[in-house]
């Protein structure tokens, strides 16, 4: 049986979250410095979001591709702003067996190059529009940042949609339609409530002229993005030469979008839901969303283990574990998978047996009752749904109470280190470079599509206001 | 419309293979040279491969999980045999933005080293095992032979099962399960036959005590190992110091096997069903099963196009395209969807609507008949599993009269250029490598476990034989 977690979330975070989800048996630390291994827990995670995104995505008439690992360097620097913004983390293949290669080799932080210029062989008129691709991918990006696993670290999977349009409308409708799919994954899946909003320029991609983002808002009080979504332009499709006979026989660059999703949500979700008992996982996403424990005495052991056998075939869609290990005491087994974070926990004991019921314990309130065994079936899948309710309104209620908008610099101050701050700004990026500057951390996250109607004065330099924008301590 | 493929199959096998998968749009060169990149027709057959072979390797308990890509040097040279095997081929990484880095990483060319440093820190007792795991993931090798698209590529997608025991009993049934799944995917799935074996001791994964394989024969003579799952005995436990506490409490070393299904079984699919009209898809893993095709002329015009949208609605669960383009001839339709090997093709003109009618042709056979449209889906459903048993029986039989039993040399070298040839054999590694020798690109492809009972001479040395063993030109 693992120990619990010595440190307190409200206490202290990182050394809350870190002790979390290795004593969860979430991930192992791997001796490539950065990198972490997902372990069968966390796997699956990925695979419910995976599951979930990709229906979505199909659904759309997006087709999954697969491009290769590795972009030779003369193809990475095509784009300026984009080399730009990713040379510094890339991971270099310079050798091959006993070879020397001629050219160094990406290993592919993101795959706009590598696509792209197979995009232009695909690309001849404007039947061939729109190019709907996606694919599921591992990506590295070498940050020389504290890693911190789930959120950042040097090898991450993701997925990444390249879309090719022949508008710019198009490429701007689809763009935010793809948002919305990321905000339904984090929101329905996830039980993470996000805000939706354009980036800054100088938080954009490197390469776009638009990014999307969803935020959100993390308990110790740092917001994270958590996916965004790329108007590319026409940037890509100049220096790659992408063009396309319009139906006016017009010979027009395209527009192009790239999106992506990645498995830093899972880190998120932990963080947001988890408890000093342990992990707590939203129903939806849990491999094993009921365990069942028998409490074993002299008295009638046979016929209790008889009944949880029965019990685990009937919630069989629920993918129960049943632990009628003997030599384990109840309260250790109930640790054990309270740490795991199992949605549900089904006790039965003699007397249980007797009056012909059991015992349902909720991972997330800790709430127990006792359910008669003929009703059961009815009775989990109500609560399995409850949890991942209540999940979510737990979540909203607090990023909803930590969305403070304000008017001035003395209350921006006040609260900027707990929660996300809403001001006004002038568009400036020199004021949003200044309060980059002197609250350490801290950064735009984005101009909320929420906005408040009335606008009076930015909140630095007192001109005339053009947005609301998010700013917080962010990761 | 892409134009037809030029070369036959039955004349320049290898040309007729490279122009197939680019008209038929299943891969794009990339400008990586051996690394191909994967269009939606043939990523969608992956996906209906990962789907398939997914569930089988859930269902035996196995679990999912994910390590990093890159592996430090040191731990890939801890086993003496399997760096001598892939150090030849490995990718390595030796600078990360601006930096060099201290050890040189590979880009794994399959996963033992860096997971095996890992199990060591899950596995103390007999408790923990079987310890059951599996990652679906892309690897490198780069090997410098002349690349073949999907049988042979620099970058391949696989799953790497990675399992161990307490004992040598339960890793050699596993590997066998293992392999039996494997065996299932090509048949049930590809339509395509193997012959399950065991790999000459020259022959085996670097680093096994035992390979298991399954084998097949391509239409151009040439035999292709489809699959392969190892019994690694205790070389890597020994190498990287697994060890559990048994029930009697003696320390003791884990028995380890590793088994892998590639993206080359997407190509050996391809090679065998596919004709001189392009590819054969067998219905299973079809992405879009049926093609419907209205017959336009000036009259019934509206009615026929309606009615066929109705059908296509019918038949969603077939993911039916509905080509009613009008400005292209229903004979470039044919050929298009016929390069592009969807099962079915269903043509519906005025005169057929006048008679409740369609036509319906296999893509298989080229067989077209008239069908009273009320009994469409039916028909649809039961022509689609006559197409798939159709594929796999028209290969089975190939593959039967192209396997030869011999008990000379002389035999053996007028069949060795196009079957598979199986002779007796004494079991010494001489007479084999004086085999590879002799005859270029023959090698020995397994020892099949379907035996004839009675056993002369080596076909070789003359000596007591103790197996037949499949012979045969091969990639």
Not at 135 to 164: C, D, Y
Not at 175 to 185: P, S, V, W
Not at 300 to 323: A, C, F, M, S, W
């Amino acid at each position: 049986m693992p120990e619990g977690i010595r440190a307190k979330k409200e206490e202290n975070f990182s050394e809350w979250y870190i002790q979390l989800i290795e004593k969860a048996e979430l991930i192992e630390y791997s001796p490539v410095s950065g990198c972490i291994i997902l372990r069968p827990t966390s796997y699956a995670i990925w695979e419910s979001i995976t599951q979930f995104l990709d229906k979505k995505i199909k659904e759309k008439g997006v087709q999954n591709v697969y491009f290769p690992l590795l972009i030779p360097e003369n193809l990475l620097k095509k784009e300026s702003k984009h080399v730009e913004g990713f040379s510094p983390e890339v991971a270099w293949v310079t050798e091959a067996g006993d070879s020397k290669l001629n050219e160094r080799l990406a290993i592919r932080p993101t795959s706009e190059t590598i696509m792209y210029d197979t995009f232009k062989k695909w690309i001849r008129s404007y039947r061939d529009l729109p190019l709907l691709t996606n694919q599921w991918a591992n990506v590295v990006r070498w940050e020389f940042k504290h890693s911190i696993p789930f959120l950042r670290t040097r090898e991450f999977l993701w997925q990444e949609g390249h879309t090719v349009f022949a508008t710019q409308k198009e490429s701007e409708e689809h763009a935010l339609e793809m948002l919305e799919d990321y905000a339904k994954t984090y929101e329905e899946l996830l039980a993470v409530p996000v805000i939706k909003g354009t980036k800054t320029d100088s938080e954009k991609f490197a390469g776009a002229d638009i990014t999307y983002s969803i935020e959100t808002l993390l308990p110790n009080g740092k917001a994270i993005q958590a996916a965004t979504s790329h108007c590319l332009g026409q940037n890509f499709s100049k220096a790659f030469d992408i063009k396309f006979i319009d139906k006016d026989e017009k010979t027009k660059y395209v527009y192009q979008n790239s999106w992506g999703f990645t498995t830093r949500s899972i880190g998120i979700m932990i963080m947001i839901h988890s408890d000093n008992k342990g992990l707590v996982l939203p129903p939806k996403v849990a491999m094993n969303k009921v365990v069942i424990i028998p409490i074993l005495m002299e008295k009638d052991k046979e016929r209790v283990i008889g009944r949880t056998k029965i019990l685990k075939k009937q919630l069989e869609k629920y993918n129960p574990i049943l632990d009628d290990r003997d030599d384990i005491k109840p309260g250790n087994k109930f640790n054990n998978y309270e740490m795991k974070g199992l949605p549900i926990r089904i006790e039965l004991g003699p007397r249980d047996l007797e009056k012909n019921q059991a015992v349902i314990v909720r991972r997330d309130t800790g709430e127990k009752r006792s359910v008669n065994l003929d009703d059961i079936d009815r009775i989990v899948e109500k609560t399995l749904d409850e949890i991942q309710k209540n999940l979510y309104i737990k979540a909203k209620e607090f990023l909803d109470n930590n969305v403070i908008i304000v008017d001035n610099e003395k209350e921006f101050e006040k609260n900027i280190n707990k929660k996300i701050v809403q001001v006004q700004w002038c568009g400036n990026p020199e004021c949003e470079e200044s309060i980059k500057k002197k609250y350490a951390g801290v950064k735009a996250l984005n101009i909320p599509f929420e906005q408040k109607k009335e606008l009076k004065n930015c909140f630095k330099c007192s001109k005339k206001a053009i947005y609301y924008v998010n700013f917080a301590k962010s990761y």
